[in-house]
């Protein structure tokens, strides 16, 4: 699967994710052990497993918005994975801490979401910066027609 590929099928995952968000019941009530938020509307546990809030489905549908408009482009789609790569790292750390697992009573990502924001991001990455420039791509296309050997 190339980058192009997993800017769409990530896309789709986190439009349905952000659509499930808003389903009252696909969203559990959070109950008393997790920490308060000040955007308490949607508050809850999707799947019963992970936090999150009507910014947080926001947010979901915006990024998966974005990855279906990039599949296009191979630049478009790698500098999504790219960005994903770094933005869910950040809030997977960010999960960790108890003083920004809300970002900042924003949105809760503490949970499950931790491990996922870090699973989304490990995977982001290796389509991001793994594949390679489109002159490298170039040079390996020109290099397959003259039937040498090449590194990818």
């Known amino acids: 699967m190339g980058v192009r590929y997993f800017a769409l099928i990530s896309g789709i995952i986190y439009i349905l994710i952000g659509l499930f968000g808003f389903i009252p019941g696909m969203v559990a009530t959070p109950g008393t052990g997790g920490p308060e938020v000040t955007v308490g509307a949607g ?3 999707l799947l019963s497993t992970f936090p999150v809030n009507v910014l947080h489905n926001l947010v979901h549908l915006a990024i998966g918005i974005w990855g279906v ?7 478009q789609s790698r500098t999504y994975s790219r960005t994903l790569a770094i933005l869910y790292g950040i809030l997977a750390v960010m999960g960790l801490l108890p003083v920004l697992n ?3 009573g924003l949105m809760p990502i503490f949970g499950s979401d931790v491990w996922l ?15 390679p420039s489109p002159n490298e791509l170039r040079t390996h296309e020109r290099e397959v027609v003259a039937g040498r050997r090449s590194r990818f």
Do not use: E, M, N, W
């Not at 924001?117 to 594949?131: D, E, M, R, S």
């Open 43 to 45: 508050y809850g546990y």
């Open 69 to 75: 408009i990039v599949f296009r482009s191979y630049i």
């Open 102 to 104: 809300t970002t900042f």
């Open 117 to 131: 924001h870090a699973l989304t991001a490990l995977i982001a990455a290796y389509f991001g910066f793994k594949t």
